[in-house]
């Protein structure tokens, strides 16, 4: 028996959704794309590494684009040739993980400090 494939959401709906739930994503040519400014080649690095192990837990792949100081993720279901939930899913966990900020929920996690630039790594929106 074969699945039977995904319809992609209407284009009205991914971007009210986005403009709900995540503001800093808009929908471009059948993605959903967000860009992410980092300080240097490190905090590049990093954020792919993050958004690589999101995307392989949860079995759906972005396409990355990156540079010295900024990293684009890319969201589409490529069976559905569009924007499902799953996208939206993922790219929710992405900006979780990726916005979170250390020392912002408590003591024990006090994050990097903020006033040395040789440990900066995400320009946080």
């Known amino acids: 028996m074969v699945a039977e494939r995904e319809k992609p ?3 009205g709906e991914v971007t009210a959704w986005l403009q709900q739930n995540l503001p800093k994503w808009h929908l471009e040519n059948n993605w959903i ?3 992410y400014k980092t300080n240097s080649w490190k905090g590049t690095v990093m954020v ?3 958004v690589g192990h999101l995307a392989e837990a949860a079995w ?3 396409d990355i684009t990156a540079s010295y100081a900024w990293v684009e993720v890319r969201l589409m279901t490529h069976t559905a040739k569009g924007i499902t939930s799953k996208d939206l899913e993922l790219a929710k966990k992405i900006e979780e993980v990726i916005q979170w900020q250390p020392g912002t ?5 006090e994050g990097t ?3 040395d630039m040789r440990f900066a790594y995400i320009k946080y929106d």
């Open 9 to 11: 959401m209407p284009d």
């Open 33 to 35: 794309r967000r860009t």
């Open 48 to 50: 792919i590494g993050a």
């Open 60 to 62: 759906h792949h972005p």
């Open 105 to 109: 929920e408590g003591r024990g996690l």
């Open 113 to 115: 400090p903020a006033s």
